[in-house]
């Protein structure tokens, strides 16, 4: 049972400043040998907890954003070590985050009803070598700074600290805290308290300044080279009440000066992506922000003094601190750059919870989740954080079934911004998750949510065809129309709920759902299929999704593929749709023998094009093909789990899901002279590689102990392979 739900703590807030981060503090005394200290807290929206003058724990941005008024979280330390016999004390700050959406937003966060300055609620536990125990909880014994030198925080604004106010040993005994005023007990946020179990954000890496260009006395904009999210440390010296500004972003203007015309448009009061840091003076200074974050590759230094040094800004790379099990490498220099800005995309829009882009918005756009799911599961562990993120999802449903675009929500996205392309992350990823882990407790768990989503489909459909919803969001040029998309998801939906309901031991509801995976089927030829290959108008994506969600009748299948090709020779292999279609085309072509069109495809440099973007220089993934909205979006992001899974062969199958018997089925293709990959699944590593020597191709294949399985090249030769290394040349 959840430690904070078991004793009933009481949450605690005060504070007299709404824009400002509270410190709240307690003293307390311990008179006999300690043999083990816990503490549970949850801070909402975000928190730092001291003892004895230490943070606790390395974790930043924590908890991890939730809808709060369906469930919050808490986090357990094991604090043994940080306490003492005698005096102790306790401290926290809390910041706005997520939960006081203190800056008006177009997602009308600032009007969540879980809205409300920043409160938390505590429990210490401290067991004596006696045995005997002590239970420290939140109540009005705590005291609350009258005045913080963090003066405003907001998740998409910024922070600003005065360091003149700074309050030196707050976080240490017999610290003076008379002019601080009691807390007061407040109402709790009205969510179920849950313990965090994905991990939590850190700060992963520090990036050093590439190159500082001076715009004028006072004025430098640092470049850190690489995209990122997370937010700048600062040093610097100067006069006492001296202030620095730091603005971030992605992209520079004609003159050399941040610009932030295209991320900062949905941010209505406030200035965007902006920290500042009011100087104490006295030698150099050290700060970075506590309770934001930023999506950015320029920081534009304002108000130093003197030459400005590389070393005043390094930048601090934040994000969900899961582990990389994955990694690709081929001989083609460009696909392991694209790699490289895939991977960054990803870890950029994974600060707690996936999201579409790390400074815009944040929002965790359910679409651009499970577009690039399959990505993140094979480069990083990330079950467990997807678990959590799924829960949200399932609390953000409405009685009729109905789902937002976004997630968590204030309530917007529900009749924009969604529909079955979207919604399918609450389908799509548990099934992604269990192919690739093995685990089905997603499925076990949001089973009954989903068949309320199917019926949600089943009311909104005209005769087994879906219209509603986002479609093949920012294609190029030739746009498919959302009726082709979301009835395709909608008949995935049908064959998944199928399987589930095998799984599940449900064989009745398994038919029942496969019957009407059928109806759609036959819906969908009948509406979108004009004969000789063709759906839709002939685009990309029209006949890309026909295919790759299974939707082609056999007999017409050569037909499709071959007008797939022909459209794409026809566009010098030019990319010609937007994110549900960069799933869906290169996967379709691999899937039908047309592995060298869809290489073709994604490694051609020319406008539109993956390679294009590393031709402008992209350290990640772009918005649009243009490159005219946001630089770091993970949307497009499934080209990676393309390149594991069609290059070097490391694909998941549902017969044996979590990779307890591997298929390998590489693709060798002309342009490309070695692969190698690996993958740590819950199995163990699996290694696949590949090179080509005079008129042969040498494979090299490692299995886990224990694991068995088979090589399958595409000119049908086939070889069983047993656990440990095998080398096949054919």
């Known amino acids: 049972m959840n430690d904070l739900a078991e004793y009933k703590t009481q949450w605690i807030g005060g504070g007299k400043f709404p824009q400002q981060a509270p410190f709240f503090r307690r003293e307390f005394e311990l008179g006999c040998t300690i043999k083990k200290a816990n503490i549970s807290v949850c801070g909402l929206g975000y928190y ?30 094991d604090v043994t070590k940080e306490l003492r016999v005698g005096n102790n004390a306790i401290g926290t700050i809390l910041g706005n985050g997520w939960y006081n959406g203190n800056s008006s937003d177009v997602w009308n966060f600032e009007n969540a009803s879980w809205r409300d300055k920043p409160k938390f609620t505590l429990h210490l ?6 045995d005997t125990e002590m239970h420290l909880t939140t ?12 003066r405003f925080n907001a998740l998409r604004n910024g922070e600003t600290y005065d360091a003149r106010l700074a309050m030196g040993k707050w976080n240490l005994p017999d610290f003076d805290d008379h002019s601080w005023t009691p807390a ?22 520090d990036i050093a300044t590439k190159s500082v260009t001076v715009l004028r006395p006072g004025v430098a904009v640092y470049d850190l080279g690489v995209n990122i999210a997370g937010w700048a440390l600062l040093k610097v010296s100067g006069s006492a009440g001296q202030e620095i500004t730091m603005r971030y972003s992605d992209v520079l203007d004609e003159n050399g000066e941040i610009d932030i015309k295209h991320i900062g448009q949905h941010i209505k009061n406030g200035d965007f992506q902006t920290d500042r840091y009011i100087l104490k003076g006295g030698g150099t200074e050290s700060w970075e922000p506590r309770f934001t974050y930023h999506g950015f590759r320029y920081v534009q230094v304002t108000g130093f003094s003197g030459e400005p040094t590389p070393d005043m800004i390094t930048g601090r790379v934040v994000h ?29 829009n994974f600060v707690g919870i996936p999201t579409d882009c790390p400074h ?13 799911a399959e990505t993140g599961l094979i480069n990083y562990d990330l079950a467990s954080s997807y678990s959590q993120w799924l829960q949200t999802m399932a609390d953000t449903q409405r009685p009729s079934g109905q789902f937002p675009g976004i997630v968590p929500s204030a309530g917007w996205g529900y009749n924009w911004g969604s529909g079955p392309a979207w919604d399918n992350a609450f389908i799509l990823i548990p099934w992604y998750v269990y192919l690739y882990t093995g685990d089905s407790r997603l499925i076990e768990q949001h089973y009954d949510a989903m068949k309320q989503y199917m019926e949600y489909c089943d009311s909104m459909a005209t005769e087994r065809i879906l219209s509603f919803g986002l479609g093949d969001w920012c294609a190029f040029d030739a746009h498919t129309a959302p009726a082709i998309t979301s009835t395709s998801y ?104 047309e592995l060298e069109a869809a290489y073709k495809l994604i490694s051609q440099d020319s406008y539109p094009g993956w390679i294009y973007w590393l031709r402008q220089g992209a350290t990640t993934l772009w918005e649009s093909w243009n490159g005219d909205a946001s630089l770091n979006h993970i949307m497009f992001g499934d080209v990676s789990a393309w390149m594991f899974n069609h290059l070097a062969g490391i694909s ?62 595409r000119d049908g030769f086939t070889k069983q392979l047993p656990s440990g290394i095998s080398t096949i040349v054919h």
């Open 48 to 77: 730092e907890l001291y003892l004895n003058g230490s943070k606790v724990g390395d974790h930043v941005l924590d908890p991890i954003v939730t809808q709060y008024d369906q469930r919050v979280r808490s986090v357990s330390y």
């Open 125 to 130: 536990q401290v067991i004596f070598e006696d």
């Open 139 to 150: 109540n009005n014994e705590w005291k609350v700074c009258s005045e913080s030198p963090i």
């Open 184 to 205: 007061r007990i407040v109402p709790g946020p009205g969510g179920t308290m849950e313990e965090q179990t994905s991990p939590p954000c850190k700060v992963m890496e």
């Open 320 to 348: 969900t601190a899961f582990n990389s099990i994955g990694s690709f490498e081929c001989s083609n220099p460009d696909l392991n750059a694209l790699q490289a800005c895939t991977r960054r995309s990803f870890i950029g």
């Open 360 to 372: 815009r918005e944040k929002n965790g756009w359910t679409g651009d989740a499970h577009l690039a």
């Open 490 to 593: 909608y008949y995935v939906d049908a064959c998944m709920m199928s399987e589930f309901a095998k799984l599940l031991n449900r064989p009745e509801e398994s038919e029942s759902f496969a019957k009407l995976a059928t109806e759609i089927k036959d819906a969908f030829n009948d509406r979108f299929y004009k004969g000789k290959g063709m759906y839709g108008k002939g685009e990309m994506t029209a006949m890309g999704c026909a295919l790759y969600q299974g939707l082609v009748e056999e007999s017409e299948r050569a037909a499709v593929v071959a007008a797939l090709v022909a459209t794409i020779e026809k566009s010098d292999f030019k990319v010609d749709f937007g994110i549900l279609g960069a799933k869906y085309v290169p996967r379709a072509l691999a899937d039908n023998g």
């Open 652 to 713: 998941p199958n549902a017969d044996n899901p979590g990779f307890t018997k591997v298929c390998i089925k590489p693709g060798v293709v002309e342009d490309l002279q070695w692969v190698k990959a690996s993958c740590e699944t819950s199995a163990g590593k699996i290694c696949s590689a590949w090179k080509k020597s005079q008129e042969r191709t040498i494979y090299t294949i490692e299995l886990p102990s224990g694991v068995t399985g088979e090589l399958i090249l």
